[in-house]
């Protein structure tokens, strides 16, 4: 097949790792390379990137027609502005809730000066997650929509409690209770000569843990406890016009990184079918994130 | 609100009631009226549609925007063209799975030429649904998806059974027994002199019901047995690029017709910002179907 979608994976940690997978499943896309900070083409690559081009900068890439941004979310408005600014589609999970309308209103604005598209949070929460929240709302308007996320780790909160004095690794395990509420299960290794108590009682008036049930417990190796195994369940009941109890439910069980490399895989596809600017995945019409001929899809899955 | 979207309701059966509702319950929409058969027009209209303006023909009602075709699913073709022609853009609920791509690449023609826009199979099921089957597909390619309806009333094999030699009237209760296979469950209420063994097993041999799990049981009254309420269990197993056992599922219980009217109402909304054609639901941004202010939708709900 000649036109297969040129694609670089940007950071190679947890999801660019899954995304090579996902990118090299798609019977449409092409692999073109890994982008990898530079310190860390001194080191042998892994043997799984065998025969995969590792760069240190896009650019040394040629015909890369999508970015996908797997950096830490952190690192994501930067390198979606230079890519985009190079012409470059860009497709990122960015996962900070209160942040990424500004983004998208940002990261538009340069895409479309550059004639460029770029998908913005598109993973599985935010990211489909999303999607399904929205259908739930116009399904029936009014009422309630709960989200409740795990088992599972929590990236955000493990960070917090590694930066807590005395703690040498941690894992924040996120256990939901129903109606959107949360169980935080902390296991921490600690630094010689820490205080368990001391450690926990910080951890407990962390702003990340305060407002919920927190549990903390010491443990010899964080790592032998760590999988990349998540969940979420959405819940909404509400009212079609005057039509009550109107009961609507989503679950996954799912591996996380794997899960949000595949999605950004289908936001690359779209990214191609969009005219030039910044998109939340509601914003794009399903069918665009599906493999293969449109009036087949309609056929076989409407 | 002085740009409210004026919409028509076209039939006033289960779907076009509960229409009434939902269109009146959207702060955007105006119902500038009713069209029902010219017979029903002789008659006393019910008290529910008081204040509310029933005409037999679209072309009484001045300004409409967007019709909701409520009418049975096979006069849906005729009303739809009839009143794309006229400039109006159509939202119906067709459910007939294998012939809507036909439908809609031929209303894609009209619309075009009229400038009108179609959504077609703006229902559950075909509609949400389908919304649903993809988005799993995307998230978790390979894998098989099960579509498992109920329990609830099935129009289409209730008609089928009205129409047996013997039968006064007659429901069919859809029954999931997991992996997309179904029971139906066939309550029939008999002509004077009819045999129940005979009317049973013609109902074991038509088409509609013989490879399912079939039981027929007598009954007095069928209407005493009859409600509203539906459901549906999607589920998927599949895998994101390596990452197997990815675990999916969408379930409701649901007022059928009430939500059918609830997410017409919706693809009226996103009918207006579409260019000339005709659509899928799956052809259609999310947001696109809400209201409110898209920048607002993105920060509270994404």
Redesign the interface.
């Known amino acids: 097949m000649e036109n297969k979608i040129k694609v670089a994976i940007v950071g190679y940690g947890n999801i660019g790792r899954?995304?090579?997978?996902?990118v090299?499943?798609?019977p449409d896309m092409e692999l073109v390379g890994i982008v990898r900070r530079k310190e860390s083409l001194h080191n042998q690559q892994p043997n799984e990137l065998s025969g995969i081009k590792v760069v240190s900068s896009i650019s040394e890439l040629p015909g890369v027609q999508v970015a996908l941004l797997c950096t830490p979310t952190r690192s994501v408005p930067e390198f979606a502005k230079e890519i985009l600014a190079a012409g470059i589609n860009t497709v990122d999970s960015y996962d900070i809730?209160n942040q990424?309308?500004d983004l998208?209103?940002e990261l538009d604005q340069i895409a479309k000066a550059h004639k460029s598209v770029a998908v913005v949070?598109a993973g599985?929460d935010?990211g489909?997650d999303?999607?399904i929240?929205?259908?739930f709302?116009?399904?029936?308007?009014?009422g309630i929509t709960y989200t409740n996320f795990g088992p599972g780790m929590s990236m955000g909160h493990s960070v917090a409690v590694n930066a807590i004095a005395g703690v040498e690794k941690a894992l924040s395990l996120t256990i939901p209770i129903g109606t959107g509420m949360h169980r935080r299960m902390v296991y921490v290794q600690l630094k010689p000569g820490a205080d368990f108590a001391e450690v926990e009682k910080a951890i407990k008036n962390d702003p990340y843990f305060i407002k919920d049930e927190t549990h903390v417990q010491q443990v010899e190796d964080v790592r032998q406890l760590t999988d990349m195994g998540h969940g979420v369940v959405i819940e909404h009941k509400g009212s079609?016009?005057?039509?009550h109890?109107?009961?609507?439910?989503?679950?996954?069980?799912?591996?996380n990184p794997?899960?949000t490399?595949?999605?950004m895989t289908?936001a690359a596809r779209a990214s191609l079918k969009q005219p030039p600017g910044a998109y939340?995945?509601?914003?794009?019409?399903?069918?665009d994130?599906?493999?293969g001929n449109?009036?087949d899809?309609?056929?076989s899955?409407?």
Chains 1, 2 share one sequence.
């Open positions: 899954y995304a090579v997978d996902t090299q499943s798609a809730h990424l309308a998208r209103l949070s599985w935010p489909t999303s999607i929240r929205c259908m709302k116009f399904m029936a308007p009014q079609s016009g005057n039509a109890n109107q009961r609507m439910q989503f679950t996954m069980s799912i591996n794997a899960l490399a595949q999605i289908a939340t995945l509601i914003q794009i019409p399903i069918i994130f599906m493999y449109p009036d899809i309609i056929r899955l409407v």
